[in-house]
């Protein structure tokens, strides 16, 4: 039944359906509408727990054919909704995470559907913590997209998109002193284990 987000599921990571390349009515699988949709009340839903007077969203994609249309729905919806958007581009999961803690961002969005078929999409949603928000979370959220309760901002109130494409590589950097430091570690304990 169009319209119906009974067949959406919030898994405690993201809100996920296929997206089929034939396309489909809104409520039947992850339409452009629908994303609209879940942007805009997960938008409420930030706007709803915390009262910063200006949010910042980070988002990021996978390479997915649909990713890039994804992306430009997700980034405007957030826009229209206020909220300044920071593109991470392509990005893995944990590079969108370190994202947001790194940038102070209110919360995140991965467009990424992981391991399932290059037809599957979805919308990973981060708290300011840069973690994966929770069942209660993701259902209030459902519960915004069903019913609409979202508000569009004034054309005064737009938010704004900027493009930083570092994060992954301050991923890597990160990644590299653990790394690092965990070899230090080891030398470490090897040389009072041989003393």
């Known amino acids: 039944m169009p319209g ?3 067949d ?30 879940f942007t805009a ?19 990021g994609r996978d390479a997915r054919v649909s990713g890039d249309m994804l992306n430009s729905l997700v980034t405007s919806t957030l826009n229209a909704m206020g909220i300044d958007v920071i593109d991470a581009g392509l990005s893995t999961t944990p590079t969108v995470e370190i994202a947001v803690v790194e940038s102070g961002a209110n919360g ?16 990973k949603l981060l708290d300011e ?3 994966f928000l929770s069942q209660m979370a993701g259902e209030e959220i ?13 054309y ?3 938010g704004k998109t900027v493009f930083e494409h570092g994060f992954i590589d301050l991923h890597i950097q990160k990644k590299l002193l653990a790394f690092q430091w965990l070899m230090l570690l080891l030398f470490v304990m090897q040389v009072l284990l041989l003393q």
Do not use: C
């Open 4 to 6: 119906n987000f009974s």
């Open 8 to 37: 959406y599921v919030f898994d405690k990571i993201y809100i996920r359906n296929t997206w089929h390349n034939r396309g489909g009515r809104p409520g039947e699988n992850l339409t452009p509408v629908d994303v609209v949709k």
């Open 41 to 59: 009340a997960y938008a409420m839903f930030l706007k709803k727990n915390i009262k910063n007077s200006k949010l910042k969203v980070v988002v």
């Open 108 to 123: 995140g969005i991965i467009l990424t559907a992981s391991h399932n078929p290059g037809q599957w999409n979805a919308l």
């Open 129 to 131: 913590h840069g973690e």
């Open 142 to 154: 459902l519960v915004i997209a069903e019913n609409e309760q979202f508000h569009f901002s004034p």
């Open 156 to 158: 005064n109130e737009l």
